[in-house]
């Protein structure tokens, strides 16, 4: 092994030192300027050595000791630790309500949401489902698109009772400054009309003129058939929220 091949390979080892049990390493993890040859080898070298854990052609999960002695992440840990360091990726589904505590349900297909395109792949045994939705995901919205992921397949996230959600809802709302809350209506009109009208009615208690602005924007003869949730919103009525079997 020459010096810079050498110099590499111990910039690597000790980079993965200072990463978290289970942390996702791929050769993007390191520096462009690194030689990818170099990089690639010197993965393949730690592996055989027990440090990480190979997961897939050029992906690598650093060893975490457990019990039965060392592992590594499981798909969903795995998945989940890459979209949050991702700026253009969600997660969906019910990963995401899982992830959120909103469900005790376990996902037997992992959902990313992202803009580019729709396709299925695999980690392991485990499906991982690419989904294209049309809001912009970016640093800013990423956090508020789950929100309003949540608020548009409410009636999906089976065991959970849907005035728990919808406090849930409230309070990460609540926890949002103006200019997020600002963000998050506009980012709401990528979505169908029943999520503005729900999103209208829960920031009716708590920024009255976004709540209107979201009124204006909905036709004034529909009717939104949102499932119970409609019975755990105050205003419902108003806002023409309906349960399917009213």
Same mark, same amino acid.
Do not use: H
């Given at each position: 092994?020459? $010096?810079? $091949?050498?110099?590499?390979?111990?910039?690597?080892?000790?980079?993965?030192?200072?990463?978290?049990?289970?942390?996702?390493? *791929?050769?993007?993890?390191?520096?462009?300027?690194?030689?990818?040859?170099?990089?690639?080898?010197?993965?393949?070298?730690?592996?055989?050595?027990?440090?990480?854990?190979?997961?897939?052609?050029?992906?690598?999960?650093?060893? /975490?000791? #457990?019990?039965?002695?060392?592992?590594?992440?499981?798909? @969903?840990?795995?998945?989940?630790? $890459? @979209?949050?360091?991702?700026?253009?990726? !969600?997660?969906?589904?019910? !990963?995401?309500? %899982? /992830?959120?505590?909103? *469900? #005790?349900? @376990?996902?037997?297909?992992?959902?990313?949401? %992202?803009?580019?395109?729709?396709?299925? #792949? #695999?980690?392991?045994? *485990?499906?991982?489902?690419?989904?294209?939705?049309?809001?912009?995901? *970016?640093?800013?919205?990423?956090?508020?698109?789950?929100?309003?992921?949540?608020?548009?397949?409410?009636?999906?996230?089976?065991?959970?009772?849907?005035?728990?959600?919808?406090?849930?809802?409230?309070?990460?709302?609540?926890?949002?400054? $103006?200019?997020?809350?600002?963000?998050? &209506?506009? &980012?709401?009109?990528?979505?169908?009309?029943?999520? !503005?009208?729900?999103?209208?009615?829960?920031?009716?208690?708590?920024?009255?003129?976004?709540?209107?602005?979201?009124?204006?924007?909905?036709?004034?003869?529909?009717?939104?058939?949102?499932?119970?949730?409609?019975?755990?919103?105050?205003?419902?009525?108003?806002?023409?929220?309906?349960?399917?079997?009213?």
């Amino acid at each position: 092994m020459d $010096k810079m $091949k050498e110099k590499i390979a111990t910039s690597i080892l000790k980079r993965i030192k200072k990463m978290p049990d289970g942390a996702v390493i *791929t050769p993007d993890s390191f520096p462009e300027s690194w030689s990818r040859k170099a990089i690639t080898r010197a993965l393949s070298r730690l592996q055989k050595k027990g440090v990480i854990v190979r997961l897939q052609n050029g992906i690598y999960s650093k060893s /975490k000791e #457990t019990r039965l002695g060392p592992a590594s992440s499981s798909p @969903i840990e795995i998945i989940s630790m $890459k @979209i949050e360091q991702s700026q253009d990726k !969600c997660l969906g589904g019910l !990963c995401l309500y %899982n /992830k959120l505590g909103l *469900t #005790t349900q @376990i996902p037997s297909v992992i959902e990313v949401l %992202n803009n580019k395109s729709s396709y299925n #792949t #695999t980690l392991g045994n *485990t499906r991982i489902r690419y989904v294209r939705i049309r809001p912009r995901i *970016t640093e800013q919205t990423k956090n508020l698109i789950l929100i309003l992921e949540v608020i548009k397949n409410v009636k999906l996230i089976m065991d959970s009772e849907l005035k728990t959600t919808v406090r849930w809802i409230l309070q990460v709302i609540k926890g949002l400054n $103006k200019q997020e809350r600002k963000l998050l &209506v506009a &980012v709401s009109m990528d979505y169908p009309p029943r999520v !503005c009208a729900i999103l209208g009615n829960i920031l009716s208690s708590i920024d009255r003129s976004l709540s209107e602005k979201l009124r204006k924007g909905l036709n004034p003869n529909s009717v939104y058939r949102v499932g119970g949730i409609a019975d755990n919103l105050k205003d419902s009525k108003k806002w023409r929220l309906q349960n399917e079997s009213a």
